[in-house]
């Protein structure tokens, strides 16, 4: 019964792959995405039912390699990110049947809802994998179909960029994966992705490295994430929602399938791991401050959220390997319920960020202001997303950090006092992210949807279509439910960790507000009656009129940050000098930039980079289109065969 | 009946011609000593075979060297005569990378590479010394043939030096692996077609070059660098 509930969500998802490209009309995108909002739901009952009997499914295995099964497995663990899928989906699809309606070309909106529906099929066998095959098969697919979501607008200059950036990125880390797979299987000499078992001490220490590096790739770990702000930009933005909402924890889910299965992880391993995370939570916020691309503002600030899912997989590594299974799972819970949490806030935040750079027609947010005017009911979601990335309680932001927060307080537990100290160092570091994650929204939001308009755009914005806005509606929904039942939602799939009610906490505030507001109310009226009402405009510091370059700006809103973030934000000035000759003599023009110093992306991209570009060249050399010499090189093989295979060993 | 140990001396003697015969493929320049250098060359296969059916008693051997004998000493060296009337090219001058001088030297260097690499390799089987000789002869008859393809500039010489290749393999073939009859048929019958390609090629070069390169330029099938 449940089986054919996945069978169901497979044929949905498929037929909305197909159907877009057989018959290429608006109908046929309207049933794909119809479909993969269909296929979401089936999955929310699948994945919902196996979270809360805690019963397996069994699908059957199909043969389709001598000595290879095609094999499907669900656990908790793949049913709490199908679960997770499930819940990113169906928003994605409701506003796409809208959105995908603006693409330039008819045949690339066809492949928008085409591809959408591939990479959504893709990342859900990815979770229900059941060997390494299956994973690395569909993994591709999911790599492949959302580089081409990448590409969609492929004319312009930066989305190319963007497109290969990515493009490399994911090959390298699909090149560790197999890598860490490979080595796994000549240790245990089975493909499947069940239970380790006890294996010796310090074997594990290169499929966990490269499985480390791999999914860290993918997820946008630190130093690994200058494609995320990227390719979020470039894709459409319910691809962006996707991407970041579901395919970041699509790696999470990789990274976890193997920590779970390995029978005692290496304390080393949870230190690595919680400070990468650490690391990335920090960089991607203070990244993030200075941006002021919306799209790439949140994909560095998905950087910072992946920091903290790391840094409760590194909480729960530490605990596991000192002997504290339950800090551990509170942990693992805390990291899952952050992924889940942060799927749902940042495909809603995305979705809004789609909405107004579809009303304004850029990405800047410098252009934008006032919009809470001109497009209230986004605004009012824009907001909910931004209290929930800012874990205001009760949100669901919240809910998922206090849990992490619990586990950190509890670092005295621990018999060795460095490793305290570690903890302490990196909850400060993630109280630090915390904070400047809430400056962060304050500030978009604010710029966003407050104050006056800063350009004729912003000015003449208007609310998008319906659809549009009930697909951000699901999400910023399930942020409200999934904060405020955030106990009741845990304890129903099982996991009886401590933690507080953030129900009656919610109803508490929300009467609090209702007596402030009231109280507020009250006094207004009776200061009304005392004295009569005036009306007048607000004292603007003499000038005669208020305009909108007065107004706070993005840039001087996070300038006190910057000032202390400064030696991480390095400029750097770049000459472009042209010359009339060729002996660099004669000044023709030039400009000169001081821009910020990509830091990672110049000392730690680039070089590798060109390396390998002039090891091609001088490759390539050898292909010199002379038939002597490829019949030398063909000599020189044998010839360097003889010699290894017979003489030398 | 004739004494086994007379007959493998014959065959050593063979041996030698052989590798000499391999020698001047590799440095005579006139291209009609070098195609008949391959014709004695490959009748001195066929009478190896012939040799070693005495001592054997296989009669896969003697179907093998009629088969040389037919296609190897007749037919191919008659086709790559022919070849040679109608291109008029009577010399071979030019080297690539290698001058015959050193080319000789590099194949003493093969020949001992041979040498030691099959006796690591068989080193544990219990091969009779003849045929161990005969598989390093027949090894760097091959790699001799391979040094002849790349050092030399012209077609014919080329496909000549494949041909002489293919005669290591079938030498290698007869003293260690023993090749079934049926690879060994196919095998002459791929050089039969590469023969009358290498026919067609050449002359198609040599009546009308520039026409010729023009339509490979075209076709881009190398690019770049003088197209043979």
Not at chain 1, 76 to 82: N, P, Y
Request: with cysteine.
């Amino acid at each position: 019964m449940l089986e054919a509930l996945v069978y169901g969500a497979f044929a949905a998802l498929f037929s909305g792959t197909v159907l877009p490209l057989l018959y290429r009309s608006k109908n046929a995108r309207k049933a794909s995405f119809g479909l993969s909002f269909i296929s979401s739901i089936l999955l929310l009952g699948f994945a919902g039912t196996i979270l809360y009997t805690g019963k397996g499914a069994q699908f059957p295995a199909i043969s389709f390699l001598p000595g290879l099964d095609f094999t499907l497995g669900v656990d908790r663990l793949s049913a709490g990110f199908v679960l997770l899928i499930a819940a990113v989906v169906p928003g994605v699809s409701i506003y796409s049947l809208e959105y995908t309606e603006h693409a330039k070309s008819e045949a690339g909106k066809d492949l928008q809802a085409a591809l959408t529906n591939l990479f959504i099929l893709a990342m859900l066998l990815v979770v229900l994998a059941g060997n390494m095959v299956v994973f690395l098969i569909f993994w591709e697919i999911m790599s492949l179909s959302s580089l081409l979501l990448v590409l969609h607008d492929y004319s312009s200059e930066e989305n190319k960029k963007a497109g290969f950036f990515y493009f490399v990125m994911t090959n390298l880390s699909t090149a560790f994966l197999f890598l860490g797979f490979i080595s796994l299987f000549r240790l245990t000499g089975s493909a499947e992705l069940g239970q380790l078992g006890p294996v010796e001490p310090g074997t594990l220490t290169l499929p966990f490295l490269c499985l480390f590096t791999g999914f860290g790739i993918k997820a946008g770990l630190v130093p690994f994430h200058k494609w995320l702000p990227y390719a979020h930009p470039a894709a459409p933005s319910g691809v962006s929602a996707l991407m970041s909402g579901v395919m970041l924890k699509v790696a999470v889910y990789g990274f976890l399938r193997f920590l779970l299965a390995v029978s005692s992880p290496e304390l080393w391993w949870g230190i690595l791991v919680l400070t990468a995370g650490s690391l990335s939570a920090l960089f991607g916020v203070i990244y993030a401050l200075k941006e002021s691309d919306i799209k790439r503002l949140l994909a560095y600030s998905s950087i910072e959220n992946i920091g903290i899912i790391f840094i409760g997989i590194g909480l729960y590594i530490i605990f596991e390997a000192e002997g504290l299974p339950a800090l551990a799972l509170m942990s693992l819970t805390g990291a899952c319920f952050h992924a889940f949490n942060h799927a749902l806030f940042k495909s809603l935040l995305f979705l809004c960020a789609g909405s107004v750079v579809h009303a304004t027609g850029t990405r800047n947010i410098e252009a934008f202001g006032g919009l809470v005017k001109s497009m209230p009911v986004t605004s009012a979601f824009f907001l909910i997303g931004s209290v929930s990335i800012a874990a205001l309680p009760p949100a669901n932001g919240f809910a998922g950090e206090l849990l992490l927060y619990q586990a950190f307080f509890q670092a005295s537990a621990l018999n060795d006092p460095l490793l305290t100290v570690l903890l302490v160092i990196a909850l400060s570091g993630f109280a630090l992210a915390g904070a400047l994650a809430a400056a962060l929204f304050v500030k978009l939001f604010g710029i966003t949807c407050l104050a006056l308009p800063r350009s004729e755009e912003s000015r003449l914005a208007k609310e998008v279509p319906k659809l549009m806005l009930i697909g951000a509606a699901v999400p910023a929904a399930f942020c409200i439910l999934a904060g405020l039942f955030s106990k009741q939602l845990l304890s129903l799939a099982g996991l009886d960790v401590e933690y507080p009610d953030l129900l009656l906490l919610g109803l508490l505030l929300g009467l609090i507000y209702a007596a402030l507001f009231l109280a507020v109310r009250a006094k207004e009226k009776s200061e009304k009656e005392k004295r009569p009402a005036r009306t007048s405009e607000t004292w603007g510091c003499g000038a005669p009129t208020l305009t909108p370059s007065m107004e706070y700006s993005s840039a001087g809103f996070s300038e006190p940050l910057v000032m202390i973030f400064k030696s991480i934000y390095r400029t750097r000035i770049v000459h472009r000098p042209k010359y009339f000759d060729g002996q660099e003599s004669l000044l023709k023009n030039g400009n000169v930039e001081i821009r910020l110093l990509r830091f990672f992306e110049e000392y730690l991209y680039i070089p590798p980079a060109l390396a390998i570009e002039n090891i091609s060249k001088r490759v390539s050399r050898l292909q010199n289109g002379k038939l002597d010499s490829y019949l030398l090189y063909a000599f020189l093989a044998v010839i360097t065969l003889i010699l290894v295979t017979g003489v030398l060993i | 009946m004739i004494d086994p140990l007379y007959l493998e001396g014959v065959i050593k003697i063979l041996f030698v011609f052989v590798l000499i015969s391999a020698a001047l493929i590799i440095s005579t320049r006139s291209l009609s000593s070098v195609l008949n250098t391959y014709t004695v060359q490959s009748f001195l296969l066929a009478a190896v075979s012939v040799l070693l059916y005495l001592i054997d008693g296989k009669s896969e051997l003697l179907l093998l060297a009629g088969l040389t004998l037919a296609s190897k000493v007749l037919l191919i060296p008659h086709f790559i005569n022919r070849i040679e009337e109608k291109i008029k090219i009577r010399r071979d001058l030019d080297f690539t990378y290698l001058e015959p001088t050193t080319s000789l030297l590099l194949s003493i260097g093969l020949i001992l590479l041979s040498y030691t690499f099959l006796s690591r390799v068989f080193g544990d089987l219990a091969l009779s010394r003849l045929f161990f000789f005969g598989a390093v002869i027949g090894l760097s008859l091959t790699l001799m043939g391979m040094l002849v393809m790349f050092s030399r500039k012209k077609v014919i010489t080329k496909a000549l030096g494949y041909l002489s290749m293919e005669n290591g393999v079938l030498m290698l073939g007869i003293f260690v692996t023993e090749l079934p009859f049926i690879l060994e048929v196919l095998i002459v019958i791929d050089l039969i077609i590469l023969v009358l390609l290498t026919s067609i090629l050449a002359v198609g070069l040599d009546s009308s070059i520039e026409e010729y390169r023009a339509k490979i330029r075209k076709l881009q099938i190398w690019n770049g660098g003088e197209a043979l």
